[in-house]
């Protein structure tokens, strides 16, 4: 079962994705996600991340304090999978933080 607050692009029938297993309920029905959980799926949205910035002339307007909408607008994740990707951007020293937004380390 896919939850919609945890599906962030248009789905159609029949269309086929690759899923992971988030929890097998006690009801023997599965909860899926279509990002990899955890650190493991952060990679390539960081990677999406930094492209987006590089477009946006090195920094964008964006924090942890954005609304989700916002996030999801630019890059296509939830609010809670942006934090982790810049989180891990920010721990390689490769972007800079502030209270305005994100800026690529120079």
């Known amino acids: 079962m896919l939850y919609e607050s945890e599906v962030f692009q248009r789905l159609t029938v029949g269309q086929q994705l690759k899923g992971y297993i988030k929890k097998i309920r006690e009801d023997l029905k599965i909860d899926l996600i279509l990002q990899q959980p955890g650190y493991q799926g952060v990679d390539d949205v960081s990677r999406a991340i930094l492209k987006t910035i590089q477009e946006h002339g090195g920094r964008i307007a964006v924090t942890d304090k954005s609304q989700p909408e916002e996030i999801y607008s630019l890059f296509g994740v939830s609010k809670k999978t942006f934090k982790k990707a810049i989180g891990a951007l920010y721990k390689k020293r490769l972007v800079i933080i ?9």
């Open 98 to 106: 502030d209270a305005s937004g994100v800026e690529i380390a120079r």
